[in-house]
């Protein structure tokens, strides 16, 4: 992630750059559970879906292209809903730029090296779940979530990192990612002294309002 001056016409003094690994670096071996259904999600087209198949150099650009793009779709959704997450400007090849959380002496750190009161932990934690509840609300688990994928600044939370977000309507996986990202969240808060929820008992509770009503 690069801090960049932003164009004038954007309205804003600083971008964040989130530039991808390019592709010979990367792996898919195990991306087979967060790509579980997301051709429904998008609709691609035949030919996308026949090079997503292939195990070729194309194949694996189409897939590099197709994990970028799903990333910004799933921004423009969340941010759309009023979520906290960065605000996507556009993608450019293997970069999104987005809303830059800090200043330009300081980006915004991440949660898990911040230091928070009782008081102030339970608030932030209380607005992280109406967050994964939002999430839901809009067809997506973020699947990765956990205080390393999230940003504090003045006071206030930004989530980041969605490429293996998923949509439960089509992901089998999808309720137990779901049980994992507020697992995963729990113990920074817990050690602060924070009552956390239980991870099962709210993912079922999230489920059968956003998921099973819509059965």
């Known amino acids: 992630m ?13 971008v964040a750059a989130k530039v991808y690994r390019p592709l010979e670096t990367r792996s898919f071996k195990r991306d087979g559970v ?17 090079a997503l198949g292939k195990k070729t150099q194309h194949g694996r650009a189409h897939k590099f292209s197709a994990w970028i793009g799903h990333e910004m779709r799933t921004l423009e959704k969340l941010h ?27 980006p915004a750190p991440v949660l898990v090296g911040v230091p928070l009161s009782t008081d102030e932990a339970t608030r932030v934690y209380q607005r992280i779940l109406e967050n994964v509840d939002l999430f839901l609300a809009q067809h997506r688990v973020h699947a990765d979530l956990s ?10 939370v930004t989530i980041i990192d969605f490429p293996q977000a998923v949509d439960p309507r089509y992901n089998n996986d999808a309720l137990e990612l779901l049980v994992r990202d507020l697992a995963n969240t729990n113990p920074f808060f817990a050690a602060l002294g ?3 929820v239980a991870p099962r008992e709210r993912a079922m509770s999230l489920w059968r309002r956003h998921v099973d009503a819509e059965g």
């Not at 690069?2 to 600083?14: F, M, N, Q, T, V």
């Not at 979520?83 to 300081?106: N, T």
């Open 194 to 196: 924070v009552d956390v």
């Open 80 to 106: 759309a809903a009023g979520c906290d997450v960065p605000c996507p400007i556009e993608r450019v090849g293997p970069v999104i730029l987005m809303e830059y959380v800090g200043d330009a002496e300081h």
């Open 2 to 14: 690069y801090c960049c001056r932003a164009h004038p016409s954007l309205g804003r003094e600083l």
């Open 147 to 156: 205080p390393y994928n999230m940003l504090f600044w003045n006071g206030a």
């Open 34 to 50: 967060y790509q579980q259904g997301r051709d429904r999600g998008a609709r691609p087209d035949a030919r996308v879906l026949r």
